[in-house]
């Protein structure tokens, strides 16, 4: 059940985007959006980054939401092998990740409600990310992906 209202939640959000913007979600800008008060889910999934170059990502929160300020962006490290298991009927996804990485330094925004990251982007690779807001523990995290091709 959880995971068809996930769905609902993410086409509903990509149907008014399309409404709404006449152009593709800026990855350096993405908003996060909270759904049934239980789900977050960010308007553009993975944040891709096609140019060398650095950039600053900031994402956004809706009103009355704010960012945890030491740990709301949480990069959990650069993707280096990644596996998938038939189980039960379902995928499972397990990753091996080197959360030693240094493309990537986040911290606070100039507001509770903003959170950067600096992506120097000298080199390709996929990186995990958390989110977490401040006290909003029945949220949960969502943990997606930027990506420097």
Known sequence: MKK???IAATCALLLAGCAHSPSAPDPGR???FVVDGRFLVVDAEP???TRRGAVT???HLPKGYTFD???GIVIEGLLLKQTRVLR???VHQTYVLDPKQSEITCGPGKDRSEFSC???NTKPGRYKY???LEGAASIEALDPWIMNN
């Open 47 to 49: 944040l891709v980054f």
């Open 130 to 132: 958390t989110i977490h």
């Open 118 to 120: 600096l992506n120097r």
């Open 57 to 59: 990502i900031t994402w």
């Open 88 to 90: 039960e009927g379902e």
């Open 69 to 71: 300020q030491k740990q």
């Open 4 to 6: 068809c209202h996930l």
């Open 30 to 32: 993405p908003q996060v």
